[in-house]
C-alpha cells in the first residue's frame, strides 16, 4: 500500500486501518505539503511523519516542492531531492534518507529518471500494471484506489491475475475518507482494495495554482545527498 501527498487522512484514518491489519506502507511525501491545507484538506503534520517511522511504515521521497519533474532542470530536480532529504531528516532526528522515491504527476523526464537511477532502490510511476521480475524498478506500476480511478469490477481479476503469475500489486492512494473526493479512497479501501470507491475523472490534486521500511540508508546508488 502507498500514499502519496499525504492528506491528514492517509495516517489519522489510513495508518490506523494498516494497524488493524498489521500492515505497514510507504508514504510519499513532499515537505513542502507540510501542515499545509490545499483543496480544503489539512495535510500532514510534522508529529505524523515521527508516528509514521515509529510504527514501522516506510517514508518514501516525492521531491520538496510538489513539481512536475518535466518543469525542471537536472540540477532542480537533485536539489529538491536534497532538500527533501534535509527536511525527513530534520524532522526524524535520524541521519537517514529515503530509499523510495515517487514522481509527482507521475510525470517523468529523462533527468529525473537517471537521477532516480543513481539514487534510489526503486521510484514509482502512476501508470496502472502489475509488477514482476522484468519490471523497471525506476518505473515501477500501480494500481489506483482513489476515487477519480478506481475500478471495483476489475480489481479481483487483477489480484489473481497477480498471484497466478507471481506478480508484485502496487496500490495507490492519497487521503482515506468518505467525503468522495476523487483523490481519496473510502476506508475500507484501505484495508482491502479490493472494494474501493468509484468516482469520476479530475485533475490531480497539489499541482497548485502558484523493501526497506522507515528511513533507509541513504545513498545507496552514486551520489551523495550530504555533499
Known sequence: MTFDDIPRSAWTSGGRILAQHDARATYY??????????????????????????????????????LSTLSLSAARIRREIVQNDQFLQEVTGLALGP??????????????????????KSSRSVMAGLNSAGTDSDQLRILPIDNAFADPAGFVSILQTAAQNSAWVIALAHGVDDTGHPYSCP????????????GSRSGHPNRERSDERALGPAPVRGWSLMG
Not at 106 to 119: D, Y
Open 99 to 120: 530509499q523510495s522515491f515517487a514522481y509527482p504527476y507521475g510525470e517523468i523526464s529523462i533527468a529525473a529518471k537517471w537521477l532516480c537511477n543513481h539514487r534510489f
Open 29 to 66: 511525501l513532499s515537505g513542502d505539503l507540510c501542515g499545509r491545507v490545499l483543496e480544503g484538506r489539512e495535510h500532514y503534520r510534522r508529529e505524523d511523519v515521527k508516528a509514521m517511522v515509529a510504527e514501522g511504515h516506510e517514508i518514501g521521497s516525492h521531491l520538496f516542492h510538489h
Open 187 to 198: 476506508p475500507r479501501a484501505a484495508g482491502d482494495p479490493a472494494i474501493p470507491g468509484k
